[in-house]
């Protein structure tokens, strides 16, 4: 089973367009976190929730919204997306916060392409 | 803003060769992490440094933290084409946030 999952791996859409992106953690950690990866392979943190509680909220544009419906899913909605929003963006979890040495447990990604 | 600088951009190495990654800040991180990301793939985490001077070492790859807790290396002896990667560093300063680095690209040559 995988531990950190994302739906859907490769997503191409439109300018314009509203897309989601789903993530799903069964290792019961309270933490979840997205991390924007660009083409130069810089990983960037977006946001973290712990107990479905906003805890970190970067410096992101409010096309970006995410959700948690519970602790084990963090779910990320774009709107309005912009050629500028191509990237690999990864889910993530710990158990424990980064404050108490939580390491992060990445899922494979999802590649959105945006035309 | 807070930053984690990482060198070099890229490494080449023949196959045997040794392989090394350093990670800089300009102010006092309170922990490090290291992570692998094998090509097409996700970050994998390696390992996490937290006392000032700690050494810590997995097989062929060795950990350092820095005195000053302002820097830290990764160092690979003998390297195998399955160390190909990219190797990241991430420092957390006194928030609940890890900082990565910009990632060390290491393509090694058979």
């Known amino acids: 089973d995988t531990a950190v999952s994302q739906t859907p791996k490769y997503l191409v859409t439109q300018m314009g367009n509203d897309k989601s992106i789903k993530c799903e953690q069964n290792l019961g950690h309270d933490t979840m976190y997205w991390y924007k990866q660009d083409s130069k392979k810089f990983l960037k943190i977006m946001f973290s929730y712990n107990n479905k509680e906003l805890i970190i909220n970067e410096t992101v544009p409010n096309r970006f919204s995410p959700k948690s419906p519970d602790k084990a899913h963090l779910n990320l909605h774009i709107n309005s997306l912009e050629l500028g929003d191509s990237a690999v963006y990864f889910c993530?979890?710990?158990?424990?916060?980064?404050?108490?040495?939580?390491?992060?447990?990445f899922g494979e990604g999802s590649r959105l392409t945006v035309l | 803003g807070q930053q984690v600088m990482q060198i070099p951009q890229y490494q080449h190495v023949q196959e045997g060769e040794d392989f090394t990654t350093y990670c800089n800040s300009s102010t006092t991180l309170s922990n490090i992490q290291w992570y692998k990301q094998r090509p097409g793939g996700h970050p994998v985490f390696l390992i996490q440094l937290v006392k000032s001077g700690e050494v810590k070492k997995q097989k062929r790859l060795t950990f350092q933290f820095g005195e000053a807790k302002k820097n830290s290396s990764l160092h690979i002896t003998a390297t195998q084409t399955t160390d190909v990667g990219t190797y990241f560093c991430?420092?957390?300063?006194?928030?609940?946030?890890?900082?990565f680095g910009t990632g060390t690209s290491l393509t090694v040559i058979p």
């Open positions: 991430a420092g957390r300063f006194t928030g609940n946030q890890f900082y």
């Open positions: 993530a979890s710990s158990q424990e916060l980064p404050a108490n040495g939580g390491e992060l447990f």
